[in-house]
């Protein structure tokens, strides 16, 4: 019997360089065939923060490959260098982390169906088209990608809010390409204009723990930064739904600046930013993300329209996001709305 990692081509399809002209502000991912495409000043970051040593890199990458084959021969996962060292990054290389992560990263598709199932830029075509989210063209002076998040474009009767989570997703997937982000990591701007009771409440913790979950646990990309501004009154509320479930490191990387953009100046430069927060860059713009996304239809249908990757894997009952009975994030979320409706 053929072995499961060879049973389906999971490496990534090959770039379309004529489409990827047209958002060429975007790096590319690295090519099939790995070969480094950090700076030499990106080396020694990764070197200094990472501890990864350009003459093991290769050797790194070889002992996470023969884990995974030996541990869960029956992973359907990529294995190619590209990919798995997304993983060893995210985790200062440190083969057991890395290792987990990968784990994490394939359970949260298997825990969350209707986000993960059909995955794909032209299904979340409306979130993009509303604003929901946005990444600027310009990445700040450490090299980090500023990822836009504009909550109050959101309205419950608009869409479901599993859709916004399958955007941010794909834009995730996206963002993590190019080696540079894996070394620089990201920086999330979150803008809470408009945001009101039905925006706050809709979630709820049980969502919001699947949200956090992913992005600190299982996914390979490194948020150096959140920053929160236009904050309402209700935004205590809102934040007491998601701490809990924050590491105490991602907790205190929120920087809450209300409506005064001189404090966002001190962390993200205005240089990098649109108009809409005081910055020199030109207005919003939502087209250029939307085109990057949309342009990459075929690579994400390769990486998500595809057999479940944990057919056959038995994992743990401790495994990330099977969390606590439902009952119990009922009562806390009844708890917390009534905290949601004394703030509004």
């Not at 995974?68 to 992973?75: S, T």
């Not at 204009?193 to 039905?198: A, E, K, L, R």
């Amino acid at each position: 019997m053929a072995d499961q990692h060879e049973s389906i081509d999971l490496t990534p399809p090959p770039v379309d360089s004529s489409a990827a002209a047209g958002f060429s502000w975007f790096p590319a991912p690295p090519p099939p065939m790995y070969s480094c495409t950090l700076t030499p000043e990106l080396v020694h970051k990764a070197r200094e923060e990472l501890q990864e040593k350009p003459e093991w890199r290769l050797r790194d990458v070889q002992a996470l490959r023969d884990m995974i084959l030996k541990e869960q021969p029956n992973l359907t996962t990529r294995l190619d260098d590209a990919f798995l060292l997304r993983f060893l990054r995210a985790r200062k290389f440190d083969y057991d982390r890395a290792m987990q992560l990968l784990l994490n990263y394939h359970a949260g598709r298997k825990a969350w169906p209707e986000v993960f199932q059909d995955l794909k830029p032209s299904t979340v075509k409306h979130v993009l088209d509303l604003g929901f989210l946005t990444v600027l063209p310009q990445p700040d002076p450490s090299g980090r990608y500023i990822l836009c998040l504009r909550p109050g474009k959101w309205k419950p009767n608009d869409y479901p809010f599993v859709d916004n989570v399958r955007a941010l997703y794909l834009t995730l997937e996206k963002l993590i390409q190019p080696e540079e982000t894996q070394v620089n990591g990201i920086v999330i701007l979150a803008d809470y204009t408009g945001v009101g009771m039905s925006q706050a409440s809709n979630p709820g913790p049980f969502l919001a723990k699947k949200v956090v979950s992913i992005l600190q646990d299982g996914f390979p990309i490194r948020i150096k930064a959140v920053n929160i501004i236009n904050e309402p009154r209700i935004f205590k509320g809102i934040f007491a739904i998601i701490k809990p479930f924050l590491k105490e490191k991602m907790a205190e990387r929120y920087v809450l600046h209300g409506s005064d953009l001189r404090s966002l100046h001190k962390n993200v430069p205005c240089s990098v930013l649109p108009e809409e927060y005081g910055g020199s860059a030109g207005q919003l713009d939502l087209c250029s993300w939307s085109r990057v996304l949309l342009g990459c239809e075929e690579e994400f249908i390769v990486e998500f329209c595809q057999p479940d990757p944990l057919e056959g894997v038995v994992l743990p009952d401790s495994m990330l996001l099977e969390g606590e009975a439902r009952g119990q994030d009922d009562d806390s979320f009844r708890g917390l709305r009534s905290q949601l409706y004394y703030c509004y």
